[in-house]
């Protein structure tokens, strides 16, 4: 059973610079979400999409972030210009289609640290 | 900003004994989930519950929902070492079935 996969898991690099987060769903799932968790929080909803399409954005998601799907399997998600504040763990979660609130399948998640 | 407050932010119990957590929220929900989290690692879902269930079972778990008061508990009977983790509720609402709004959590500790 292949459950979400993220990579990297770690990463490390300094303000200003640009990083780029993959995330592989579990392959029957339509819908694929981000989250960003700091410590001692709980996670918060960055954006999600179903099959390809991007349907909702927090506005935590500044222009800074933008996340992709292009064929509806894999998504990536790069910050530029990274600050402090990006330190965090980003999760990515996937979803079945049907029906209302199914729950969701996390990966380990990649964490950010920003020199 | 986090959608509930958890009670108590920091849980410490003996192996064998019960452990409850409780889970505040402030808009109208279609469900609410608990998951668990082992340091480091992702989340695991636990349960879910729908706005028109009171209580569900699983195993060792029992979840109740009370919608009036917004509120939810979970209970974890006879507990191990190996629940050791955080936990964490999460709503789902309104016209977005997609993203789930996550409490702060409680980190529970299980001394053998």
């Known amino acids: 059973d292949t459950g979400v996969s993220q990579d990297p898991r770690h990463k490390i690099t300094k303000r200003g610079q640009n990083v780029t987060f993959r995330c592989d769903p579990i392959?029957?799932?339509?819908?694929l979400y981000w989250y960003r968790q700091t410590l001692g929080q709980g996670p918060e909803f960055l954006t999600y999409?179903?099959?390809?399409?991007?349907?909702?954005k927090s506005r935590l998601l500044s222009d800074r972030f933008s996340a992709e799907r292009p064929k509806g399997s894999f998504s990536t998600l790069e910050i530029q210009r990274t600050e402090q504040g990006d330190s965090a763990m980003y999760l990515c979660?996937?979803?079945?289609?049907?029906?209302?609130?199914?729950?969701?399948?996390f990966g380990d998640g990649t964490r950010l640290s920003i020199l | 900003s986090q959608q509930g407050e958890e009670d108590p932010q920091a849980l410490s119990i003996q192996e064998g004994e019960n452990a409850t957590m409780n889970c505040s929220y402030k808009?109208?929900?279609?469900?609410l989930q608990w998951y668990r989290q082992n340091s480091g690692r992702g989340l695991v879902h636990l349960i879910l519950?729908?706005?028109?269930?009171r209580e569900k079972h699983s195993g060792r778990l029992r979840v109740t929902l009370d919608t009036s008061k917004k509120s939810s508990s979970l209970l974890i009977t006879a507990s191990r070492a190996a629940d050791t983790a955080s936990y964490f509720c999460?709503?789902?609402?309104?016209?977005?079935?997609?993203?789930?709004?996550f409490g702060q959590g409680t980190i529970l500790t299980v001394h053998p």
């Open positions: 979660a996937s979803s079945p289609l049907e029906g209302a609130g199914q729950p969701q399948h």
């Open positions: 392959s029957e799932h339509n819908r």
């Open positions: 999409f179903q099959n390809e399409a991007q349907l909702e």
């Open positions: 808009t109208s929900i279609n469900n």
């Open positions: 519950i729908r706005s028109n269930e």
């Open positions: 999460a709503t789902s609402g309104g016209t977005s079935y997609g993203k789930l709004t």
